[in-house]
């Protein structure tokens, strides 16, 4: 038995009921907030290295595009409604509308988007082997950060090399580091899930 298109929850979770995916949302969106906590302040800039884009790229490849997205809209409407979930800024509190306009709110909205682009992408098998899934999540990080500088850019009125230096330079190997991690391991995953299949 061959594995179909499909992401990985569909296809570990075919006969998901309503309720399951409620659980994976919930549990989708604890996952994004712990690892949002992670956060180590970078000098100078508003933009702290986190955990956050990793599980960004993670749910976003796993759950598929709608579920993937649900789940990030429902972490960024918890955020604004309060609750801490958001990762520690410099400029601003972790929670609440502030935080979501204020400079770092670009690369909430470049999550959101990478989301939607690498479900769809996982969705038609992009993860399953690292020849496709490198370059799918080298363009979600790129959609994150694009979206996180402009965002940045426009809002404290910075120079394009003072942007460039304080939000994406001090990230580039973190994020190298996340890409290849999950570039490798997720083939790897499916690669058993195969095998398991095919007995």
């Known amino acids: 038995m061959s ?3 499909g992401s990985l929850r569909a ?3 075919p006969r998901s009921s309503a309720l399951t995916q409620v659980l994976f949302v919930a549990a989708g969106v604890a996952f994004i907030a712990l690892l949002a906590q992670i956060a180590i302040p970078v000098p100078g800039s ?5 955990g956050q ?6 749910i976003g490849t796993t759950y598929g595009a709608r579920l993937g997205v649900l789940t990030f809209a429902t972490y960024l409407l918890a955020g604004v409604a309060g609750a801490p979930i958001f990762a520690p ?14 400079a770092t709110g670009g690369y909430l909205v470049g999550m959101l988007v990478a989301s939607l682009v690498l479900g ?5 098998k992009a993860d399953q082997k690292f020849r496709t899934s490198f370059p799918a999540l080298l363009l979600g990080d790129a959609i994150i950060f694009t979206l996180g500088l402009l965002w940045l850019q426009q809002t404290l009125d910075l120079s394009w090399s003072k942007t460039i230096a304080a939000g994406f330079t001090p990230f580039i190997l973190g994020e190298a580091l ?3 991690i999950t570039a490798t391991s997720l083939p790897l995953v499916w690669r058993r899930i195969s095998r398991t299949l095919n007995k």
């Open 3 to 5: 594995i179909q298109s």
């Open 11 to 13: 296809t570990v979770f």
């Open 46 to 50: 508003p933009v702290p290295v986190t």
């Open 53 to 58: 884009t990793l599980a960004v790229l993670l």
């Open 89 to 102: 800024s410099g400029t601003s509190a972790n929670h609440g509308i502030d935080r979501l306009i204020g």
């Open 120 to 124: 769809y992408l996982a969705d038609r």
């Open 178 to 180: 996340k890409i290849a």
